[in-house]
């Protein structure tokens, strides 16, 4: 079936370094959205993109959906140890409903 | 608003026992969905719904069934449990897609250990 590759699935960075984790489809995506879980807990969406080359922010969030809208990022500036956590990026694909199809995750851990 | 709620939060089940999984959202969701996430891995789709009556597999059904009478209730079913359905199990919730707002609202969890 269609999958959605993310990497890394575990990135360990000192509190105030940046974190980056990426989402690669090999089909294009109706929109794609992320979510993060923290530990013990349940995914809470983010953002959605849907537009070709969109960028959002979110305080110290980036997001980026590419220009082929097959690819996706997150970028974290300067972590915080409230940012530990999973985060997902869950695919939305054309004529599939609501149907989304999640990466694995990037587990994030911040050593203060 | 209570969102969505989702009982039992843990359960042990035997191997061959059968148990039902609820899952209530008080948001008028039509669509709604049920994932499992193993340790270390993405979510996977079980079964979703579009709405009353209406329900269709996703990515990783077998040994599961669902059913939706009501906009509000979408119950998971195990019948005959088995070990590898040892997981934590999400309900989620969203708008139609075609109102271009359909994030999903996932439950607490039902974590879920079959010995």
């Known amino acids: 079936g269609q999958q959605v590759m993310q990497i890394p699935q575990y990135q360990h960075v000192q509190e105030g370094e940046d974190f980056t984790t990426y989402c690669n489809s090999s089909?294009?995506?109706?929109?794609i959205q992320w979510y993060k879980q923290r530990p013990g807990g349940h995914p809470v969406f983010l953002i959605q993109l849907v537009k070709s080359g969109e960028v959002k922010k979110q305080k110290r969030l980036t997001f980026q959906f590419g220009e082929a809208k097959k690819n996706s990022s997150l970028h974290i500036t300067a972590t915080q140890t409230t940012d530990v956590g999973t985060y997902f990026c869950?695919?939305?694909?054309?004529?599939?409903?609501?149907?989304?199809?999640f990466g694995q995750g990037t587990e994030l851990s911040v050593k203060p | 608003n209570a969102g969505v709620t989702q009982t039992p939060k843990f359960r042990i089940l035997k191997i061959g026992q059968s148990m039902t999984l609820q899952c209530t959202q008080d948001?008028?969701?039509?669509?709604m969905y049920w994932y499992r996430q193993d340790p270390g891995m993405g979510l996977k789709l079980i079964y979703y719904s579009v709405g009353a009556g209406i329900t269709d597999k996703g990515e990783v059904p077998n040994g599961y069934n669902v059913s939706r009478s009501t906009t509000e209730d979408f119950p998971l079913r195990l019948e005959l449990a088995a070990p590898s359905q040892t997981s934590v199990y999400f309900c989620a919730s969203s708008l139609p897609t075609w109102t271009g707002s359909n994030e999903q609202f996932f439950g607490p969890g039902t974590r879920l250990t079959v010995l």
């Open positions: 089909t294009t995506l109706s929109n």
């Open positions: 948001m008028n969701h039509n669509y």
């Open positions: 869950a695919a939305a694909i054309y004529n599939q409903g609501g149907k989304l199809i």
